[in-house]
């Protein structure tokens, strides 16, 4: 199976026409596709109107700082809050002079029941009134859509809360299995897949698999599925592409080339670039298009849902000098994802069953491997807890991550209002335990650069493996 290369390459949509990965370093204009203001609404419709508890975020402003000076974030937070301070003067501004409009409209109202030339004379003052009032309402909304366009998206930059298990600056250790290759090697995975005849170079962002390594990927994709079939988890298919709005809903700046892939029509189609509505390749196997099926919708189905899918996962690095399967931006890999009801015990408690679970299926798996709490620094903004799961490459004598499992809180379940049902109670926001079981590039890496996993000039298959592939 071949890991093809994404960037500049055309290809077909359902709708017939081409789309080409692009990246720029223009920002295109557009302030967020998350949030709209009112005069951006006149021209875009707003899909969703993401809950912004930020007075809540507020309360503790040391802990707020504390949080983003930990993830290494360029954010004042002291000045956010005077600028969320000024921003809501001018709201409870605009919320007045809309109730001083609806008094006068009443009070019109009541005065057109009666004939005299009294009342008259008084209507046409109010009404003189009515439109001054109007022009200032105008004038103050104009200026509060403004400020709402700079401001509010500062705001969404704001990180989620991190949780009291995550490491302030380094790596914490958890977990260890079998001791890691001890030889250091002197030729890099790709030298090694290249003469085992299991891998083929072409350029820095095309590497196809060959031989025993399409073996070891659908193999190593069976094994851990079944294990998670045996969880009950089901089966689910994503789309490979999401619009902005979900980008930026999962803590993404939506108009970063390398935070994902932008695509762009062809040349020959008519495309506004002012349009929030673009499409990302993220693949299916990544948060996003779990989180976008279930954005703006209420779920009855009992907690927790426990979904898995299968597919790929497209990473916008900086293209690297020649090809490599670590970090490339396109990898196979197994992705789960679970809904669970807005209590923090219940996702910490499942967080660690998780965790579990991946630890005794990767020690089943037969490598050396370890497990790591990550730093807030290394975190993404929408993870307040992260494990890490970490084979060893002896070429670059340093730990890859291989798959992961990370608490997400109710952070993106507000900004895409992601509801469930909680009987005799109401709507209530989710919270989200979901990663990567395996990322097939990662793992082959470590597993080619370690000499004891090939022999007679091929790539070994431990039993199990290969015990499986036989059986098909």
Request: glycine share 4%.
């Amino acid at each position: 199976m071949a890991f093809r290369s994404v960037d500049f390459s055309l290809m077909r949509t359902k709708v017939r026409y081409f789309v080409k990965c692009y990246t720029y370093n223009q920002r295109c204009g557009i302030s967020s596709a998350l949030f709209m203001t009112g005069d951006q609404a006149k021209n875009n419709f707003s899909f969703i109107s993401p809950v912004l508890d930020f007075d809540s975020k507020f309360q503790n402003i040391s802990l707020l700082e504390k949080n983003v000076q930990l993830r290494g974030i360029p954010v004042n937070v002291h000045s956010l809050k005077r600028m969320w301070d000024f921003q809501e003067g001018i709201r409870a501004t605009k919320k007045k002079i809309e109730e001083k409009r609806l008094e006068i409209t009443k009070s019109i109202k009541e005065l057109q029941k009666s004939e005299s030339p009294e009342v008259i004379s008084e209507i046409e003052k109010l009404k003189l009134l009515s439109q001054k009032v109007r022009q200032e309402l105008k004038v103050v909304a104009a200026a509060l859509w403004d400020l709402e366009g700079k401001v509010v998206p500062k705001f969404l930059s704001i990180p989620n809360v991190l949780h009291e298990r995550t490491p302030e600056e380094k790596e914490e250790l958890i977990h260890s299995f079998m001791d890691p290759p001890r030889k250091i090697q002197e030729l890099s995975h790709i030298d090694i897949g290249n003469s085992l005849g299991v891998l083929k170079c072409i350029g820095p962002l095309c590497c196809y698999l060959k031989n025993e390594a399409v073996k070891f990927e659908m193999e190593s994709i069976k094994f851990f599925v079944e294990r998670l079939k045996d969880c009950r988890y089901v089966q689910f298919s994503n789309p490979d592409f999401v619009k902005s709005i979900v980008v930026e809903g999962t803590g993404l700046d939506q108009e970063d080339p390398f935070a994902s892939f932008i695509l762009g029509r062809d040349a020959s189609d008519d495309l506004d670039e002012q349009n929030p509505n673009r499409l990302h390749l993220v693949g299916g196997a990544s948060i996003a298009p779990f989180c976008s099926y279930f954005s703006k919708q209420l779920t009855v189905h009992p907690l927790p849902i426990k979904l898995f899918t299968i597919g790929r996962q497209y990473n916008s690095y900086p293209i690297q000098t020649k090809g490599s399967l670590l970090h490339s931006c396109q990898a196979s890999a197994v992705q789960f994802f679970v809904g669970l009801q807005n209590c923090a015990v219940s996702e910490t408690s499942f967080f660690d069953q998780m965790l579990a679970f991946l630890v005794s299926a990767y020690q089943d798996f037969g490598y050396h491997f370890r497990v790591v709490y990550v730093p807030a620094e290394k975190l993404a903004s929408w993870e307040s807890l992260k494990a890490s799961i970490q084979m060893y490459s002896s070429y670059l004598q340093s730990y890859i991550e291989v798959g992961n499992v990370s608490v997400c809180e109710d952070y993106i379940s507000k900004r895409l209002l992601m509801y469930h049902d909680v009987p005799g109670v109401g709507a209530d926001f989710f919270r989200i335990v979901t990663g990567t079981v395996i990322s097939i590039p990662e793992v082959l890496a470590c597993v080619l650069e370690d000499p004891s996993n090939h022999k007679y000039g091929k790539l070994f298959l431990p039993p199990h493996l290969d015990n499986l592939f036989q059986m098909d």
